[in-house]
C-alpha cells in the first residue's frame, strides 16, 4: 500500500516529507537535532517560533538597557543610529519640503471627495508653510528680512527727522 505523500512540517517548507516523521530530508535533521523527531518533540515551525520569540525578547531587553542608561544614540542600533546622525548633518529641511510637495501632487491627483481634499490640502499646505520658516530660519533669510526692515524703517525716521 503506498503511503500518501504529505507536505513538509516545517514553516515554509514545500518539499514532501519523508516516513512517517512529518518533515523532508532537510528538516528531518534539524528537526531531530531539536529532539523533535515527530514522535510528540517540538517540531521545527514550534522551534522556529521559540526561537523568534526569545530573539524579540533578548532586542527588547537590549533596547529598554538604552533607553535606562541614557545612550540615546544607539537606540535603535548602529546601523539606524549612523543614518540618522547622517541624515542630521544636512542644514535644511528641502527633502521634507520635496515629500510634501510630492503628498501634495498625489493628493490632488487621487482625491475626489472634495471635503475630505480641502481638509487635507489645508493640512498639508500648513505643514509646508512651517517647513518653510524653518528653512528661511535655518539659512539665515530671517535675520537677513529682518535686518533689511530696521534699516528701511531707521533710514526713513531719519530723512523724516
Known amino acids: 500500500m503506498a503511503v500518501p505523500r504529505t507536505r513538509c512540517a516545517a514553516a515554509g517548507c514545500t518539499n514532501f516529507a519523508r516516513g512517517t516523521t512529518g518533515f523532508c530530508l532537510a528538516h528531518k535533521r534539524l528537526a531531530a537535532e531539536a529532539g523533535g523527531d515527530g514522535g510528540g518533540g517540538e517540531t521545527f515551525a ?19 538597557d538604552r533607553v535606562e542608561g541614557g545612550n540615546y544614540r544607539e537606540l535603535f542600533g548602529g ?51 512651517q517647513a518653510q520658516r524653518a528653512q528661511r530660519a535655518i539659512s539665515g533669510q530671517l535675520a537677513e528680512g529682518l535686518t533689511d526692515a530696521i534699516t528701511s524703517i531707521l533710514t526713513e525716521l531719519d530723512a523724516g527727522g
Open 46 to 64: 514550534e522551534r522556529a517560533e521559540r526561537e523568534e520569540g526569545e530573539r524579540r525578547r533578548r532586542a527588547a531587553a537590549a533596547f529598554r
Open 79 to 129: 546601523k539606524l543610529g549612523g543614518l540618522m546622525a547622517q541624515a542630521a548633518e544636512e542644514k535644511g529641511v528641502g527633502d521634507e519640503l520635496g515629500a510634501l510637495r510630492f503628498v501634495m501632487a498625489r493628493l490632488l491627483a487621487e482625491e475626489d471627495d472634495p471635503v475630505t481634499l480641502a481638509k487635507s490640502v489645508a493640512r498639508i499646505a500648513s505643514v509646508s508653510i
